[in-house]
């Protein structure tokens, strides 16, 4: 779980963590909560909310990224998102900001409306989107998935899910130095319900620490997530307390950042888990 602190914005996140990454998605159609939060002030609202409530940094997202979700042009993703990102910096707001996109010209205008980092679901496919994350020099979360989120579903055939997951991510990081990305501000995501089946997802969390050997912090998203049905049967807006369990078991298998819906009761569970996890290491002999 050892790796390099990575500045994001005016904070520096050091090993191990767990810091909480709160969600905010000004979409129409987000899977659990689409529609919610599309006006500029109830978005700045909520923002304010998830930082009260303990998060360490914001996620903006302006494209839903749900199974079977149609792709969004540019100029619609950069109009839901630009308005929010210049009111919270008009607000003075306290946490460092990502951009959840795969679009080059959205990340390159959030980061000058003072986004602070990338966060691609497509694990930078687009060299565009490498370059101007290179050359603005700021961080980058590099998810696992294979197609589009309108198709990732039939792509979910694997022989060792951990195994091929584990080596895309690695290829993706090799990308990502080819670009000119540092390594040292790359952060590496699983892709929990990304071209993955909910047994698929279960067994990737459950073998979360195979990942360690990449070098990089990981980021982990169970929030609300259909994984979580297959164990629970829960309706999405009755997921909590699995999210919770996702949570826990991502903090101890070493979970750098964990980006969640609801802030305050992750953070109890992520100190709890994380609190478990350095007693645990402590009581190790040697």
């Known amino acids: ?25 000004v979409t129409p159609d987000s899977f659990s909560d689409g ?21 360490d940094l914001l996620d903006v997202g302006g494209e839903s990224t749900r199974p079977g979700a149609e792709p969004v042009g540019a100029e619609k993703e950069a109009a839901r998102v630009l308005p929010v990102l210049e009111r919270l910096a008009a607000l003075g707001f306290p946490l460092p900001i990502s ?7 959205v990340a390159r205008r959030a980061l000058g409306a003072g986004a602070a980092m990338v966060n691609d679901v497509q694990g930078l496919l687009d060299p565009a989107l490498g370059e101007v994350v290179a050359e603005a020099g700021v961080p980058v979360v590099l998810m696992h998935m294979r197609g589009t989120p309108r198709d990732m579903q039939e792509r979910a055939c694997y022989r060792d899910v951990a195994a091929e997951v584990r080596s895309e991510l690695e290829g993706a990081l090799a990308r990502a130095c080819r670009i000119g990305v ?60 699995g999210t919770l369990a996702a949570v826990t078991a991502a903090v101890l298998a070493g979970a750098a950042f964990v980006r969640v819906h609801d802030v305050a009761p992750a953070r109890q569970a992520a100190r709890v888990a994380a609190a478990l996890r350095e007693a645990g290491g402590a009581a190790r002999p040697g």
């Open 35 to 55: 529609g919610r939060f599309l006006g500029v002030e109830e978005a700045a609202t909520h923002a304010l909310r998830l930082a009260a409530e303990g998060a």
């Open 1 to 25: 779980m050892s790796w390099e602190p990575i500045r994001i914005g005016g904070r520096t996140f050091g090993p191990p963590g767990p810091y909480l990454v709160g969600v905010l998605n």
């Open 182 to 241: 540092d390594p040292r501000r790359v952060v590496l995501d699983p892709g929990l319900g990304f071209a993955k089946t909910a047994a698929q997802s279960l067994e990737v969390l459950s073998r979360l620490g195979e990942f360690h050997s990449l070098g990089r912090p990981l980021y982990v998203g169970p929030s609300r997530k259909s994984f979580l049905a297959a164990a629970t049967g829960a309706a999405v807006e009755e997921r909590l307390p």
């Open 99 to 105: 951009i959840d996109t795969s679009k080059a010209e």
